[in-house]
C-alpha cells in the first residue's frame, strides 16, 4: 500500500511564471527582483545563484541573466489555479505558501487511484491547464513528504513507500532537515554528525548542550520521522502580514513611512478581501548585523483598515528606531488576534474620533474610502490607485508572497 501525504511544490514559481509569459526567457537564466534576488531560474542556479543574493553579486557569477521586476498578480492568478486543481483530488488540502500545499488523499484513492497515480495526473494537468512545473513527494509523514519533493525537483515525483521511510531518510545529509540552517548544521558537522542517520543514533539529551532543548528534541524525532501533524484544510491564519526588504537600507523615516504605508496597503486590502480585522499590530525592523527589533501594539477594538494600520504601524517603526540607529534594512507589519466582520458598535457622534477607534466618524470615514479603493482596483486592476506616496520598488509586490493568507 503507498502512502497517502503529498507535497506539491510549484518548480522555481517565480521565474517559472515570467518564462511563461515571456517565451523569450524560456530556457534562459532568469533573475525575479530588483537589488535583491528574490527568485532564479533553475538555469540561474546553475551558475550558484541563490535568493536572497544581491542582483549584483548574481549577475557576477551570472552575467548572461535576465533581470525582471515580477508580476504580482499573476503569481496569485496562477497559484489559485494550481490550488483549484489539487482540490478536485481530495478536499483536504493545506497551502502553507503561494506555490505549495500539502494533501491527503487517504479518503479519494479509492475513487482516483493509488496516490502516485493521483500525483502524476496532478503533475499532468498543472502542465497543461497552468503551464507550469510541479513536483511532488509521497510519503507517511507531512515532514518527508516535502523532503520527497524537494529530491524529485525539478518536475519530478519521488513516493517514499511504507517501510522504506528511514532507509530513504537516514542517508541524506543533516541539512535536508527542517530547522537545520547553516549555523546548526556547523554545530552538528563539528560533533561529527553529517547525516540525518548519524543524527538519530545521538539522543536528544546529548544533544541540548549544543542546540537547545526544544531543537534538540525536534531534530531527533524528525531523524525517525516521527511527525504526528495532519493535514489541515481550510485553517484560517492567526495572523496577516507582510514585509519589505530594503536593500542597503534606509535612513530616512519619511522614507520609511513610504514603506509601511505600502505594506499597511496590502494587509488592510487582504484583511478586507476576507472580511476580518484584527486588534493586535506588530512591527518588525531589521538593522545591520542583522539585528532585529520587534514592537507591537493591541487596539481597543479590532480594525481592517489602511490608514490605521500604516498610522499605527509607523509609530511602531519610531519606536524600534529608539532602539537601534538607521539604516533599516528590512520593514515587517502583522495584523493578529484576527476576527469576522459581523458587527460594528458605531460611536455617538460628539467627536470625530480617531480611526483607531472602530466605529468612530473618522473610521466610518476611512472605511468608506477603503471599500471605494477596493471596488475601483477589483474592477479596473490594482494599478489603477495607489495611496498617496506609496510608490512601489521593483519588487515590492511579491516580496513576500509566502507570508500567511
Same mark, same amino acid.
Given at each position: ?106 479518503? /479519494?484513492?479509492? $475513487?482516483?487511484?493509488? *496516490? &502516485?497515480?493521483? +500525483? ?5 494537468? =498543472?502542465? !497543461? ?11 507517511? /509523514?507531512?515532514? $518527508?513528504?516535502?523532503? *520527497? &519533493?524537494?529530491? +524529485? ?5 519521488? =513516493?517514499? !513507500? ?14 535536508? $532537515? ?6 546548526? +548544521? ?31 528534541? +525536534? ?163 490594482r494599478e489603477t490607485l495607489r495611496l498617496g506616496a506609496a510608490r512601489r520598488g521593483q519588487d515590492d509586490d511579491f516580496r513576500r508572497l509566502a507570508e500567511k493568507s
Open positions: 500500500m503507498e502512502p497517502t501525504i503529498l507535497h506539491a511544490d510549484l518548480d522555481a514559481f517565480y521565474a517559472s511564471v515570467e518564462q511563461l509569459m515571456e517565451p523569450r526567457l524560456r530556457g534562459r537564466p532568469v533573475l525575479v527582483g530588483g537589488g535583491i534576488v528574490v527568485a532564479a531560474s533553475y538555469e540561474a542556479r546553475a551558475f550558484g545563484v541563490r535568493a536572497p543574493m544581491s542582483t549584483r553579486d548574481a549577475l557576477r557569477i551570472c552575467p548572461g541573466a535576465i533581470v525582471v521586476n515580477g508580476h504580482f498578480s499573476e503569481y496569485l492568478e496562477l497559484s489559485e489555479q494550481v490550488m483549484a486543481i489539487l482540490e478536485d483530488a481530495t478536499p483536504v488540502v493545506e497551502q502553507i505558501s503561494v506555490d505549495e500545499a500539502f494533501l491527503d488523499v487517504s479518503g /479519494t484513492v479509492h $475513487l482516483l487511484g493509488p *496516490a &502516485s497515480e493521483i +500525483a502524476r495526473r496532478l503533475r499532468e494537468r =498543472v502542465r !497543461d491547464e497552468v503551464g507550469l512545473p510541479l513536483s511532488i513527494g509521497i510519503a507517511t /509523514t507531512k515532514f $518527508l513528504a516535502k523532503i *520527497a &519533493s524537494a529530491r +524529485a525537483k525539478p518536475d519530478g515525483l519521488v =513516493v517514499v !513507500d511504507v517501510g522504506t521511510e528511514l532507509e530513504f531518510l537516514h542517508p541524506l545529509p543533516v541539512e535536508a $532537515l527542517w530547522g537545520v540552517g547553516k549555523v546548526t +548544521a556547523q554545530r552538528l558537522h563539528r560533533l561529527g554528525i553529517v547525516t540525518i542517520g548519524e543524527l538519530a543514533e545521538v539522543k536528544a539529551s546529548a544533544l541540548r548542550p549544543y542546540l537547545g532543548g526544544a531543537a534538540a528534541g +525536534a531534530l531527533s524525532s524528525l531523524s525517525w520521522n516521527r511527525d504526528p501533524r495532519r493535514v489541515v484544510s481550510g485553517r484560517r491564519a492567526g495572523s496577516v502580514g507582510s514585509q519589505q526588504a530594503l536593500g542597503r537600507g534606509l535612513q530616512d523615516v519619511d522614507q520609511m513611512a513610504v514603506v509601511v504605508l505600502g505594506l499597511a496597503d496590502r494587509i488592510g486590502r487582504r484583511l478586507r478581501a476576507k472580511g476580518r480585522s484584527g486588534s493586535t499590530l506588530g512591527a518588525r525592523v531589521r538593522f545591520p548585523g542583522p539585528k532585529v527589533v520587534s514592537r507591537s501594539h493591541t487596539m481597543a477594538s479590532p480594525t481592517a483598515s489602511t490608514s490605521a494600520i500604516a498610522n499605527l504601524g509607523l509609530e511602531l517603526v519610531r519606536r524600534a528606531l529608539e532602539a537601534e540607529d538607521p539604516p533599516v534594512t528590512l520593514i515587517g507589519l502583522s495584523v493578529s488576534n484576527l476576527t469576522t466582520n459581523r458587527h460594528l458598535q458605531l460611536e455617538l457622534p460628539i467627536d470625530p474620533g480617531h480611526e483607531l477607534r472602530a466605529g468612530s466618524d473618522r473610521d466610518l470615514r476611512r472605511r468608506a474610502l477603503d471599500d471605494s479603493v477596493d471596488q475601483i482596483r477589483d474592477r479596473f486592476g
